[in-house]
């Protein structure tokens, strides 16, 4: 079992706002891309952030989109399509949208309308 399965998600999330406000996003859309792979509302996210919810339990309870299969590419050396264990893969679909969040890409490719 990894260790990020075990970190909770309101910990690595504030890295995720620098990173996307550093590149001139807001936490609004990264909010929005997350909220689009879970399925999970605005009050949903707040909830398990302020409960400190694993990934491990985060994704347990995600409703991921219907379109999570379009998400390709690669994140931190592996193509995320190629990835073998379920919970590492939508991990990784996460990282990918916040790296193309963080890219400037348009909000629409983002969420693969």
Same mark, same amino acid.
């Given at each position: 079992?990894?260790?990020i *399965?075990? #970190?909770? !998600?309101?910990? !690595?999330?504030p890295?995720?706002v620098?990173?996307?406000?550093?590149? &001139?996003r807001? %936490?609004? =859309? /990264?909010d929005? !891309?997350?909220?689009? /792979? $879970? &399925? *999970? @509302?605005?009050?949903a996210?707040d909830?398990?952030? =302020?409960?400190e919810? $694993? *990934?491990? @339990?985060?994704f347990?309870?995600a409703?991921?989109?219907?379109k #999570?299969?379009?998400?390709k &590419?690669?994140v931190? &050396? #592996?193509r995320v399509? =190629?990835?073998?264990?379920? /919970?590492?893969?939508?991990i990784?679909y996460l990282d990918?949208l916040v790296? =193309?969040?963080a890219?400037g890409?348009a909000m @629409? %490719?983002v969420l693969?309308?």
């Amino acid at each position: 079992m990894s260790r990020i *399965f075990t #970190v909770s !998600v309101a910990s !690595v999330y504030p890295h995720y706002v620098n990173k996307v406000e550093r590149k &001139g996003r807001s %936490k609004a =859309e /990264l909010d929005q !891309v997350i909220q689009w /792979l $879970t &399925g *999970f @509302d605005e009050a949903a996210l707040d909830r398990h952030l =302020e409960a400190e919810t $694993t *990934f491990e @339990d985060f994704f347990a309870q995600a409703h991921l989109n219907a379109k #999570v299969d379009q998400i390709k &590419g690669v994140v931190c &050396g #592996v193509r995320v399509e =190629e990835i073998d264990d379920p /919970l590492m893969q939508k991990i990784r679909y996460l990282d990918k949208l916040v790296d =193309e969040l963080a890219r400037g890409k348009a909000m @629409d %490719k983002v969420l693969r309308a």
